[in-house]
């Protein structure tokens, strides 16, 4: 039975692992091949409804290089104090083949990446530990 829990442990940790990589993939992949430009931030049209409890999010406004200008909702930040303001400029990179993958400089998950590899890592671990050496 423990050799079934120890399994258990490494495959929720390569899973994990497989996420952050993944995640560092798409970042390192966004500014090698992406197109940058800036990204102004934009406050959220009010819509009326505000019942929903949920914070409203920032957008971000780019130009494309043919021209034509697309909002999305700007990343949410980790601490409240690196939340962009309005008319905040930033820097973004964008895959010219889908305009809507979008990597916000200093926004996204380069921590949270290298968490999940660490945790999945650890997870691998104690799942081998457990499956080897617990009888």
């Known amino acids: 039975m423990t050799i079934v829990v120890g399994v258990w442990f490494a495959l929720a940790g390569s899973l994990a692992v497989l996420a952050g990589l993944a995640g560092r993939r798409r970042a390192r992949r966004l500014c090698r091949d992406g197109l940058s430009t800036w990204a102004m931030a934009v406050p959220p049209a009010a819509d009326g409804d505000q019942s929903t409890g949920s914070p409203r999010r920032t957008l971000i406004q780019y130009t494309l290089r043919d021209g034509r200008v697309l909002?999305?909702?700007?990343?949410?930040?980790?601490?409240?104090?690196?939340?962009?303001?309005?008319g905040q400029n930033v820097l973004v990179w964008y895959d010219p083949d889908d305009p809507q993958d979008l990597l916000v400089y200093g926004r996204e998950g380069r921590f949270s990446d290298r968490t999940l590899m660490a945790a999945g890592i650890l997870f691998m671990l104690v799942g081998?530990?457990?499956a080897v050496f617990v009888h």
């Open 128 to 130: 081998a530990a457990i």
């Open 71 to 86: 909002e999305r909702n700007a990343p949410a930040p980790v601490r409240k104090a690196a939340s962009l303001r309005p």
